[in-house]
């Protein structure tokens, strides 16, 4: 656990700068706008250790996968998303010398993210300047950065400031192979109060499309404008003059189109004069307010308040923050990527985590209408996820562990074809949908057509045991990915029963067009029936680390065969395991990344019994190493629901600042944006214990003994709901909407708008 910030319910901030936490200070004031996002790295000179990162929604590359040997059915390429044309970049001279903190002196260092506002504030002197930088990402306008620099002198002396604002084509990937670069510098052009670059991917021989980016930027500026830069891949405008007392700010304006938007680049072009020019008369203060106030209409849904424990407040903030940064529904082209717009790493594409964890959360702060676009996105893909399933000589649709348009595009075989589990949750999103909305027509419609595509692929991907009469799944890897090729994960088989039970008991309510083309014959739902009566889960009788008896579903056909070590016995030196352990050794031993059998529990609390839920707990969470961002929510819902509260704070308090205090020693590179989600979870499926029930809402409340309160809202069927709960106990109000009747710890409440 690392804290280089300080705590503080709605900013994030630090008055250090610590070189070997550059990256950490980077990855924590990332900003973005579900169309664009960057890390907070500094726009000027910084020559010390840093990760640079822009990205763009949408705009990938796909990087050729090498393979030592030949895979029938391994994929082609590896996307990843690419850093585009860093449009911060800043040299800053004052009296001649260039401005890098990390060999320049200076003093009143600060760094600080507003939550509340979407703004990044940046502060410093050099030389008896003081030089304050504000940057955002707007929400209300999703292609326009705004930048603004502030000098003023506080030595009671005059200094010559020089300002050259650049937008640099000449960008680089830290996991990129070979040093390889994805940009072509299609054209550039500058005059005295303007520059313009476009770019574009370099080409690919695996028919993906090429993207064009270009940004143009213009100035408000007290300061002069004396020359301009031109290079092959680089462009700027330059101020200068001199600052004394009075502030003298310059502010940049930049406009990012994509090729995502428009028919050709010269509509790329041409679009960024048109943006511009419905912002010509907007001054600061004009577009400051409009994006504050998008992010306020946000926090009036979704903010989490928590009295008595700040720590906690501001992990529940941040990560709402950056979840929200990272996505809010407003292109269904798009989805979240495990790292969002804050790091390389995972490529920056699709995985299962959006509809395991992120879409529960849109659900209950958003409009319906947000995940619909998530459940639209994997629709658009359906003809990817038949290809991959092809591409294994199995029939139905198999969606891809990792993707920007359907195709599997991972480079690790136990990831890409044995960690199929993944499948089973984008029918789970569907359910979940439907479940909490009440709204029967995404599955009625679209959604039919993607169960059944998952469907057929499970009664194709099991095979049957004639000596144990029953249907099994071989060479898997469960949500547990510290164990590969396994057979019978107790959860991959469990979920791939429910998804055919599922699609069973709702394929006669499609509607007669998808009923048609789905075309589901007798003889098919037959043997879908057969395969869920007679699908293998093992189970077995066991002592626990405390040697209590317990029955347990066991997590595969082997597990029970490992030296059964709990974690508690390890050297701490040894945690995390994945930074202190060979690969094999891992896949050895019994350790568990992230919660695996318990997580069905998770998705069907209802499904099984307080004593099933129990035993496989008190058995399994012993062994569980957490090194997964995943899976401190998890457990600490499952601990909630068996009246652990304790545990359940503990977890919540992993999840909640799993980045702010670098638990897993791994956010430099990147947050964990789909385990934010964990926060929220935690807390209302957790602490207030939210359910749906036969059509009625849920809720069975308790109070973490170390807080005073907390209080969120929850949107249910076209509802705003107001949950408080504190010392004196748990109050529900229905902010908007029809009359509603809810259940709040076994008692019947009637709610209506006072």
Do not use: C
Not at 171 to 176: G, I, L, P, R, T
Not at 378 to 406: E, K, S
Not at 582 to 595: A, E, G, M, T, V
């Amino acid at each position: 656990m690392k804290r280089i910030f300080e705590v503080n319910p709605w900013t994030i901030t630090s008055h250090e700068l610590q070189p070997a936490d550059k990256r950490l200070q980077e990855s924590m004031t990332s900003l973005g706008n579900e169309y664009m996002g960057m890390r907070g790295m500094f726009e000027e000179t910084y020559s010390g250790d840093s990760l640079q990162g822009v990205y763009i929604g949408g705009v990938w590359f796909p990087d050729k996968t090498r393979v030592g040997w030949w895979k029938i059915g391994y994929p082609e390429y590896f996307g990843k998303a690419i850093n585009a044309l860093n449009f911060v970049k800043a040299i800053i001279q004052i009296d001649g010398v260039t401005v890098d903190l990390a060999t320049v002196p200076y003093t009143d260092f600060e760094v600080s993210l507003d939550m509340q506002a979407g703004v990044l504030h940046r502060q410093f002197t050099v030389n008896g300047v003081q030089v304050q930088v504000d940057r955002f990402i707007s929400v209300a306008t999703k292609e326009l950065a705004d930048l603004r620099w502030s000098f003023t002198a506080i030595d009671g002396q005059t200094h010559d400031v020089q300002l050259t604002a650049l937008i640099d084509g000449d960008v680089v990937n830290e996991d990129s192979n070979y040093d390889e670069k994805f940009w072509d510098v299609l054209d550039a052009e500058v005059t005295n109060d303007t520059a313009f670059l476009m770019t574009r991917t370099v080409p690919n021989p695996f028919g993906v499309p090429q993207f064009t980016v270009a940004a143009r930027q213009r100035f408000v500026s007290d300061l002069p404008a004396i020359d301009v830069v031109q290079e092959d891949k680089q462009v700027g405008n330059v101020f200068a003059g001199q600052v004394g007392a009075a502030t003298q700010r310059i502010e940049k304006r930049v406009i990012v189109t994509t090729s995502r938007d428009y028919a050709d680049d010269t509509d790329v072009k041409h679009a960024t004069d048109t943006i511009f020019a419905s912002i010509a008369s907007a001054t600061y203060d004009d577009l400051y307010d409009a994006h504050v106030a998008g992010w306020a209409a946000r926090w009036e849904k979704a903010d989490v308040q928590i009295t008595g424990d700040e720590a906690a407040q501001q992990g529940i903030r941040f990560n709402l923050f950056q979840l929200f940064a990272t996505y809010y529904g407003n292109d269904a082209r798009l989805n979240i990527g495990p790292k969002g717009f804050t790091g390389e790493k995972y490529g920056g594409a699709t995985y299962w985590d959006t509809e395991a964890f992120a879409i529960p959360v849109y659900l209950g702060v958003t409009d319906p209408a947000v995940v619909k676009s998530l459940l639209q996105y994997r629709y658009q893909q359906l003809p990817g996820a038949y290809h991959n399933a092809q591409q294994q000589d199995l029939a139905g649709a198999l969606f891809p562990m990792v993707t920007f348009d359907g195709i599997e595009s991972h480079n690790e075989w136990e990831i890409t074809f044995e960690e199929i589990h993944r499948n089973s949750t984008i029918a789970y999103a569907i359910y979940n949908y439907t479940h909490l909305t009440g709204d029967r027509s995404w599955l009625e419609n679209e959604g039919s057509e993607v169960l059944v595509g998952i469907a057929r692929f499970w009664a194709d991907r099991v095979h049957y045991s004639a000596r144990n009469d029953a249907y099994m799944i071989h060479g898997v890897t469960g949500p547990n990915e510290y164990e590969n090729n396994i057979n019978n994960n107790y959860y991959t088989n469990w979920m791939a029963k429910w998804v055919l039970q599922y699609t069973l008991d709702n394929a006669d309510t499609f509607t007669s067009t998808y009923q048609e083309k789905l075309a589901i014959s007798a003889e098919e739902k037959v043997q879908w029936q057969l395969i869920v009566d007679k699908m293998y889960l093992p189970e077995a009788d066991v002592k626990d680390v405390n040697d209590v008896d317990r029955h347990i579903f066991v997590a595969h056909d082997t597990f029970l065969d490992k030296e059964l070590i709990p974690v508690r016995d390890l050297d701490a030196s040894q945690l995390p395991i994945n930074q202190h352990w060979s690969w094999d050794r891992i896949l050895r031993s019994p350790y568990i990344k992230q919660s695996d059998t318990l997580h069905a529990m998770y998705y069907f609390p209802d499904a099984f019994t307080e004593q099933q839920k129990r035993d496989n707990y008190e058995f399994y969470e012993p062994f569980t190493v957490h090194e997964s961002s995943l899976s401190p929510s998890v457990h600490a819902i499952l601990a909630a629901d068996l009246k652990m509260p304790e545990k359940s704070v503990a977890f919540y308090q992993r999840t909640a600042r799993l980045d702010l205090d670098n638990y897993n020693n791994d956010t430099s590179d990147g947050l964990h944006i789909t385990s934010m989600t964990g926060a929220w979870l935690s807390i209302v499926q957790g602490f207030a214990g939210m359910r749906v029930r036969d059509e009625q809402l849920h809720f069975d409340p308790f109070l973490p003994a170390e807080w005073d309160g907390y209080k969120f809202r929850f949107m249910f069927r076209e509802r705003l709901l107001e949950v408080a709960v504190d010392h004196d106990g748990a109050q529900v109000t229905l902010i908007s909407g029809d009359p509603l009747t809810i259940d709040v710890s076994g008692e019947t409440v009637a709610l209506e708008v006072q």
